[in-house]
């Protein structure tokens, strides 16, 4: 993979910057020197036995996201859908999940520390990232729980921000259609023993569909002190959103009209929300084959919106305040072995309101429905051994043990009964919403791992690894009940997950591989009753593919791509009239999701990508009776540098103006769509410091 300079930084020319060994290194480098994360220390790709895609800082500022889905969804086996704004659900390996715990089986993190506690997960916090100026995101794709824990089952996405040593000054404006204005910029101060940076973004968009506008603004600050051997590290990042919400639209095909697909049936809807974490890092080495780093951190997060989607439409309230601890002991043994080991600890406070403002239903009354607060304690031991065998083996063996505790205060009446305790009138089944007396949990789960590489030749790997997932269950599963559920007894989802993959490069051919095989069991779901329960299953194979070659120097052509099904696996009817068969496929599970991109270096300053996204037909429903026809589009960008320290870039969006849904379900009788936007161009002008 070549790369060539534009606006005073490499562009790779490949554009695709994701994979496996194609990544945004140079054609000239190998294996060895492409570098990974997945283990919360660097690690030699060479050595890696799982799947993990790399998305380089060049592919982020060509593409230059309005939407996090832009950006991830170029890995294969991940899909990001947008919703309305800047929400977002989540398939890494799996179908597309939803509902209150769904994001418990994905991890995402920020220079490899979670950005929320454990229990305490929401599907759109992914918004509590700053995507757009990171150095580069990590796309972990299977369970990586023996180093990370609870909830990396099916993947995990790490976002790493700049070093402070590595960033230069600079500042850039975009503008787009509906009012989208977008300011960012970069500072740093670099010493002899302390370096010191901060970026910071921008954003106001008036939103195409009607009353959706939206406010965003992210900060990161990073000070890294050197002192002899040590290091000492500060890191702060800040969000804050102010969001218009749109809800679906209904009726088959209606994001095929412009006009329905424009509108917006809940202008009432908003969402705010904002976040603060600080995050420490203390390195040393404690001999010649000995090292050991302690990362302290605090998170705040708090995030209040209208649940346009229920009937009634109450109001969330919720939030989360933690600290904890994540430490990693590195050493070598007998000569070669190395030895990764560690102790985590965190301790957490959220809470959670629900209150319905205006009456709407019998079982539904005015008044606050939930207003419970739970403290967390996690406590976690890990061990690691990575141990070559001769010059072409390496295997690696690993195992977690993670202890977390809830302690759950109910701040009102117990049971499904009113705010004042009595009952819902002309409501033979009770209100809706119920609540468990005050109570305390505790989950206790070990997860273990085993990979072995195999180099072929020195650029032919192949890999297998045997690795088990898991998640406690979410405090909004275990509290927020509903009917005649006065306890939830649920157990943790385990995911198994079988691998086999190869990687490697034929000169400027590089490719990635990956066969994988995964049963969950203990799947959370809500049954007939409106119980949640914990007895379901589900299966999951599928094969991915990473594929990039540069035939002359100004020219890449790359692929990325997954065939995949994930089926159930039990029988059961569920919460909604349908019911769920063994066999058939699980709902929003597209088998197949491709892109390919060409990347052109059309003058020695231009560099131009192409890109097709193919994302093919899914059920929308459990009964496999009802599903979306997929869709493909094209997306063109345009980078051009007119000055030593000035460049321009042209982003296309659906450069065919295709109608489309970035999400389809069915529910309630009716097809029910998040509608993709149509063609839309951005500009941006940009000043970079040599």
């Not at 490697?504 to 779901?525: C, H, Q, S, T, W």
Request: with cysteine.
């Amino acid at each position: 993979m070549r790369s060539v300079h534009f606006a005073s930084r490499s562009f790779t020319i490949l554009g695709l910057a994701v994979a496996s060994a194609l990544g945004s290194a140079h054609a000239a480098e190998t294996l060895d020197e492409v570098v990974v994360t997945a283990t919360r220390q660097s690690q030699s790709l060479r050595t890696y036995a799982g799947s993990a895609s790399i998305v380089g800082p060049e592919a982020v500022a060509l593409v230059g996201p309005t939407h996090h889905s832009e950006i991830i969804n170029r890995a294969p086996g991940a899909m990001i859908q947008r919703n309305s704004g800047q929400e977002s659900l989540t398939a890494i390996r799996s179908p597309v999940l939803s509902g209150p715990g769904s994001c418990g089986a994905f991890l995402f993190l920020e220079n490899s520390v979670p950005i929320r506690p454990v229990g305490f997960c929401n599907v759109n916090e992914m918004f509590e990232l700053n995507f757009e100026q990171a150095s580069s995101i990590e796309v972990l794709r299977g369970p990586v729980g023996v180093v990370y824990g609870s909830g990396a089952m099916h993947g995990a996405i790490n976002v790493l921000q700049p070093d402070p040593s590595r960033v230069v000054p600079s500042v850039a404006l975009e503008i787009g259609p509906d009012e989208y204005y977008r300011a960012r910029g970069t500072f740093s101060l670099l010493g002899t023993n302390t370096d010191f940076a901060v970026g910071a973004i921008a954003t106001d968009d008036g939103g195409w569909r009607q009353d959706t506008g939206l406010h965003e603004q992210k900060l990161n600050a990073a000070l890294v002190h050197r002192a002899g051997d040590s290091t000492f590290s500060l890191n702060l990042s800040a969000t804050n959103l102010n969001q218009e919400t749109a809800g679906f639209i209904q009726g088959q095909d209606s994001y095929r009209i412009e006009s329905i697909a424009k509108s917006n049936a809940n202008p009432e809807a908003y969402r705010d929300a904002y976040s603060v974490r600080l995050g420490g890092g203390y390195t040393t080495p404690l001999g010649d084959d000995m090292n050991l780093s302690v990362r302290p951190y605090f998170r705040h997060s708090r995030m209040d919106f209208i649940q346009h989607f229920l009937v009634g439409k109450p109001f969330e309230d919720n939030g989360q305040d933690s600290l904890g601890v994540l430490t990693a002991l590195e050493m070598k043994a007998f000569t070669n072995t190395n030895v990764l080991a560690g102790l985590d600890l965190e301790a957490a406070r959220g809470f959670l309101k629900e209150t319905q403002p205006t009456p709407a239903t019998n079982d539904r009354p005015v008044g606050k429905h939930y207003d419970y607060e739970v403290d967390s304690r996690v406590a976690a031991l890990y061990a690691q051994v990575t141990q070559p065998i001769g010059e072409r083996f390496t295997l690696t063996a690993g195992a977690r043990a993670e202890y977390v505790e809830y302690d759950y205060d109910n701040k009102m009446n117990s049971g499904n009964v009113r705010e004042d305790g009595t009952p819902c009138p002309n409501s033979p089944l009770g209100c809706v919403y119920s609540r468990p007396a005050d109570r305390k949990d505790d989950f206790t789960n070990v997860t273990s791992r085993i990979g072995a590489t195999y180099a072929l030749t020195n650029d032919h790997i192949v890999y297998a690894s045997i690795a088990r997932g898991y998640r406690a269950p979410d405090t909004s599963e275990l509290y927020r009940l509903q009917r005649q559920q006065t306890i939830a007894e649920l157990d943790s989802e385990r995911i198994d997950s079988v691998e086999l993959g190869v990687r490697g490069r034929f000169g400027p051919f590089r490719y990635a591989l990956a066969g994988f095989v995964m049963e969950k069991d203990n799947v959370i779901f809500r049954d007939a009753n409106a119980f949640n329960v914990s007895d379901g299953r589900t299966d999951h194979e599928g094969i991915e593919y990473e594929l990039a070659w540069s035939p002359i120097d100004t020219l890449t052509l790359a692929a990325a791509g997954t065939y995949a099904r994930h089926t159930y696996a039990f029988d059961r009817a569920i919460e909604g009239g349908e019911t769920i068969v063994s066999g058939r496929d699980v709902d929003t599970a597209p088998r197949h999701v491709h892109t390919a991109r060409v990347s052109w270096q059309f003058v020695p300053n231009g560099l131009a990508e192409l890109e097709w996204v193919s994302v093919g037909r899914y059920y929308l429903d459990a009964s496999n009776q009802h599903e979306y026809e997929g869709h493909n589009l094209l997306n063109l960008r345009l980078g051009y540098r007119f000055f030593e320290n000035w460049s321009a870039t042209l982003r296309v969006n659906n450069l065919t103006d295709r109608a489309y849904a970035d999400r389809a379900d069915f529910a309630f009788g009716n097809y029910r769509y998040f509608p993709g936007r149509g063609r839309t161009a951005f500009v941006e002008v940009s000043y970079r410091a040599r």
